[in-house]
């Protein structure tokens, strides 16, 4: 009777999720001025910036999201790739395939600096520091300069290996700046322009990545860690963390993969109080994460062309995402339904965390899942590890194999009594098929697509 009444108020719980989720975020206004593909959107505690492939920059005003009077800004020859506003709000950089990071001043529109990167390549993102005092260029023969901003000259200069360099991010404290290239590889730098590490992150290459503003924790001994999300062409979001001290040195650990997209991702972006994470792909939808649960809280598919970038504002629940079809969309998010609908999925939580062993097993078989039953209980797994497993444990540590196959060839491979896996050779401990519905939905997007 315990795990029923258990269950019907796990069910009665993530309804509620559900409900609260639908209404927590609602589109308010649709900016249509850009004549070309926007590439990147960028918030001040003030202003919204875009920019584009029509080789403009435009501001907004969060007020009433009315043009300013000195926008558009005009200077760059060619596409403007990115676009980010200095912390304090003063200072625009934009950078172009002209080979230029320009700063603007935001109240008047005047510009303050041409900065030409030193080989002449395109530059395809820029990024200014925490305290405003440096702002990276990163370009297309994968050269990376720090420039200092009081002066306008450059301060150094490094390059990676192989690739365009298309992503960049600082820490929060500022102590240490990573980079992602069109070869998928996460490159570490510190203040000194020192790589402190490199490592493949996405096999087809890094898109964009971010720093949650929040630190994971407090640390130990003056160690902070902080979380890294990256994107990339392999259609995967992952979830780092990362820690640097000038004693202990830096460490870069791998924690998740966010799912939810069938397309390769080209944007992602945190939440001024690193609670959400927000993702744009080429599968035209805007996801929405919680980062404590790794949740999918919403999926927004009002663009009509691939989503280019996204972006939350520093001060209030509001989210900008940028589109081919050349619209920049602004979002907003209801902040007494997103509580609500935490403190809900808490409760759901609490619910599952209680569950004994003989609980999940119970749960398993109402999901028609009874084969699996016997590895569950192999394995202890009870609520509190349920609430635990990710993709990898099930792979790794059930030994759950997770590759897709077409029904009929796996049915027959297990009808020919082969319990081993077909992509490992590694011994089944079941048989049971789980139906892959994100590849099937994304099978039928493309069907729709090239059969018109």
Known sequence: MGSICL????????????????????????????????????????????CSLDKTIRLYSLHDFTELPHSPLKFHTYAVHCCCFSPSGHILASCSTDGTTVLWNTENGQMLAVMEQPSGSP???????????????????GTVVLWNTQSYKLYRCGSVKDGSLVACAFSPNGSFFVTGSSCGDLTV??????????????????????????????????????????CGQDCQVKIWIVSFTHILGFELKYKSTLSGHCAPVLACAFSHDGQMLVSGSVDKSVIVYDTNT??????????????????????????????????????????????????????????????????VSTWLCAQDLKDLVGIFKMNNID?????????????????????????????????????????????LPSAVLTPNRTLKMAINRWL?????
């Not at 729709?448 to 018109?452: A, V």
Request: charged share 25%; glycine share 4%.
């Open 189 to 230: 730098w510190d203040d000194k322009m020192r790589c402190l590490h490199s490592e493949k992150a996405h096999d087809l290459g890094i898109t964009c990545c971010d720093f949650s503003s929040q630190p994971v924790s407090d640390g130990e001994q003056g160690l902070q860690f902080f979380r890294l999300a990256s």
């Open 294 to 359: 790794e949740n999918i809280l919403h999926t927004l598919t009002q663009h009509t062309r691939y989503v280019t970038t996204c972006a939350f504002a520093p001060n209030t629940l509001l989210l900008a995402t940028g589109s081919m079809d050349k619209t920049v969309n602004i979002w907003q998010f209801d902040l007494e339904t997103l509580c609500q609908a935490r403190s809900t999925e808490d409760q759901l939580k609490q619910f599952t965390d209680d569950w004994s062993e003989e609980d």
């Open 383 to 427: 609520g509190k590890e349920l609430l635990n497993l990710t993709k990898e444990s099930l792979a790794d540590d059930l030994k759950i194999d997770g590759y897709s196959y077409e029904k009929e060839a796996i049915e027959n491979w297990i009808s020919k009594k082969k319990r081993t896996s077909p992509m490992t050779n590694l011994v």
């Open 123 to 141: 530059v395809r993102v820029c990024q200014f520091s925490p305290d405003s005092r440096c702002l990276t260029s990163g370009a297309a023969d």
């Open 448 to 452: 729709e697509t090239h059969q018109k």
């Open 7 to 50: 269950r019907w108020q796990a069910d009665l719980a993530c309804q509620a999720v559900l409900l609260q989720i639908k209404n927590m975020v609602k589109l308010i206004h649709t900016l249509a001025d850009h004549g070309d593909d926007v590439n990147c959107c960028a918030f001040s505690f003030s202003l919204l910036a875009t």
